[in-house]
């Protein structure tokens, strides 16, 4: 079963802008990731979180997790077009993922 | 240093055969697991292989079956197919007993059944 919800289920936005994107889950965990999937390709990891962190950054990402409301965001900053794509969170508990139903980012020019 | 791989890439069988998915982990990796994603809908976990043995087991039913070689790849059977087993089907390899450790994927299977 999924893990929680993921919101919005679709966004779109124009070049350039920001874009933010919600988890939640519903059990604890040790770690919580972010992936990238293009056009029903594979999934491309893109940010991990630990469970005792509160906040990551890798490049124009930007990763919050809030564990007492069992939560995280995605920001991109800056967007492309390349970042058109579907987005999904993972939990990582007992060694395996288990993601939401993810958000898909369209970027317009 | 070749990442996950995955073969066929995409496959057509007809309702009540059986098929065979492969999956070779990236070099230095010894988990693979495998996950279902229905269209519009996030990977769902089937199972895990370690060490030649399922670990885990997802809420599929035993007409999804496994096996690990001792190279760690993997394959992933599945008999009397279903309309309902069409879907992409991904292979992930890890480090067993690291907990954060990124997972690669491979490109996936798109299985279709008719």
């Known amino acids: 079963s999924q893990q929680g919800e993921e919101d919005p289920q679709a966004l779109s936005i124009q070049e350039g802008e920001n874009a933010t994107m919600n988890c939640s889950y519903k059990?604890?965990?040790?770690?919580l990731q972010w992936y990238r999937q293009n056009s029903g390709r594979g999934l491309v990891h893109l940010i991990l979180?630990?469970?005792?962190?509160r906040e990551k950054h890798s490049g124009r990402l930007r990763v919050t997790l809030d564990t007492s409301k069992k939560s995280s965001s995605l920001l991109i900053t800056a967007s492309r077009a390349a970042d058109t794509a579907s987005y999904f969170c993972a939990t990582v508990g007992a060694q395996k993922l288990v993601f939401g139903q993810g958000t898909r980012l369209t970027i317009n020019p | 240093d070749a990442g996950v791989t995955q073969s066929p890439t995409h496959l057509i069988k007809t309702r009540g055969q059986q098929v065979t998915l492969r999956c070779s982990p990236k070099s230095g990796h010894d988990t693979v697991s495998w996950y279902q994603q229905a269209l519009g809908q996030g990977p769902q976990f089937i199972f895990q292989y370690y060490e030649e043995e399922e670990r885990q087991r997802g809420n599929f039913p035993d007409r999804f079956s496994g096996h690990q070689f001792p190279n760690y790849s993997s394959e992933l059977n599945v008999n009397a197919l279903l309309l309902g087993d069409s879907a992409l089907y991904l292979c992930?390899?890890?480090?067993?007993?690291?907990?954060?450790?990124?997972?690669?994927f491979g490109s996936g299977t798109r299985l279709t059944v008719v």
């Open positions: 979180i630990r469970s005792n962190e």
């Open positions: 992930a390899s890890s480090m067993y007993g690291i907990p954060n450790y990124g997972y690669t």
């Open positions: 059990t604890s965990i040790n770690n």
